[in-house]
């Protein structure tokens, strides 16, 4: 389409010529002269006086005479006030989502009798298995190799990848999300030591509560509860590789990123952000609006909103404090 016409689909304010065609996205270190890029994080402004791309997505603040260009060239820029959202709203129109797989039920998929299917746009993959008195709501995707046990419900809207396991009695609402290798409901850690020093396991008899419009990445591990409930609150995205223990609460809108581990029974508030490979111990609270840096370990309850950081998390000014602290003494000692 003419550049023109991506300036008022995205609602930007087009400066330079608006008779390019443009039919793809490219990366601004990438970009091909019929390709739109876009600058949403200031990192990325070193690579504008050298992109070749046909047209830039800059933010309404971006001043593109600090940057002078090698070819002398005048780039057209299409001005919005967040460019990271023009470049999804734009991909989503560039590139069409495909169907991931046909609606029906694949003929090698094994369903229970007494399992509730509704009859609605609902597609099953190969050789996935739904177990007794399952609930499976309308516009469902269940990719092949997906396991669900016994009395899980998952709502409408659902997009499940492969091969994951929804253990029995979790309630998946509507507009979730879950890719693949992930297990959710499985037992939680419990062991009890005995006399003699070996271990009794601890029954788990609670269940997994997973909210609408949540995303899970690929091979995360959610545990069922001792008791009660393992809650996953709505508008949580989890990336890779996450342990969420026994009886453990996000609250809405938290995001934690890559290889973060939490111990049981702790709660974590609303809109947080949790960075990759952050370790919190079991039974504390964690306040909304708070930001762990990556690799931070959480010992106590954090009960003010803020960035912390740390081997033992603390807020983050007195962290770089007290490593300047020790970086003047190494000094001094040499």
């Known amino acids: 389409m003419k550049l023109s016409e991506v300036a008022k689909l ?3 304010e087009l400066t330079g010529s608006g008779e390019i065609d443009i039919i793809n996205i490219g990366k601004i270190e990438s970009a091909l002269g019929n390709e739109i890029t876009f600058i949403a994080n200031p990192v990325y402004e070193k690579y504008f006086n050298g992109t070749a791309a046909g047209a830039v997505i800059v933010s309404k603040r971006f001043n593109p005479e ?6 002398g060239k005048k780039i057209p820029l299409i001005r919005v006030e967040d460019p990271y959202l023009a470049f999804l709203e734009l991909l989503d129109i560039l590139s069409p989502k495909t169907e991931l797989q046909k609606i029906g039920i694949h003929e090698t998929a094994v369903i229970d009798d007494t399992a509730e299917i509704s009859d609605e746009d609902v597609r099953i993959g190969a050789h996935s298995f739904i177990g007794a008195k399952v ?20 709502g ?40 003699d020093g070996t271990f009794q396991k601890i029954p788990q008899k609670g269940i997994v509560v997973i909210e609408e419009d949540v995303e899970i990445g690929s091979n995360c ?8 409930k393992t809650i996953i609150h709505k508008g949580v ?12 609460e996000i609250g809405e809108n938290t995001v934690i990123a890559a290889q973060s581990g939490i111990a049981g029974s702790t709660r974590i508030g609303k809109n947080c952000m949790i960075g990759g490979k952050v370790g919190i111990v079991g039974h504390i609270e964690i306040c909304d609006n708070v930001i762990l840096t990556a690799a931070s370990n959480v010992s106590k309850s954090i009960t003010k909103p803020g960035i912390y950081s740390g081997y033992r998390a603390q807020p983050q000014m007195m962290e770089l404090r007290q490593e300047a602290l020790m970086r003047n003494m190494m000094k001094k000692k040499e």
């Open 66 to 71: 600090r940057y002078e260009r090698l070819d």
């Open 237 to 248: 995205k989890l990336d890779n590789q996450i342990q969420i223990a026994h009886n453990v």
């Open 156 to 195: 409408d809207d659902v997009l499940i990848y492969p091969n994951v396991t929804i253990n029995a009695g979790t309630v998946i609402c509507r507009k979730v999300i879950i890719h693949s290798g992930t297990v959710i409901g499985s037992d939680g850690f419990g062991q009890a030591r005995n006399p």
């Open 135 to 154: 609930k499976v709501g309308k516009r469902v995707s269940i990719l092949p190799n997906t396991v669900i046990l016994a009395g899980s419900e998952i």
């Open 221 to 228: 591990s959610i545990d069922r509860a001792t008791i009660g």
């Open 10 to 12: 995205i609602g930007g």
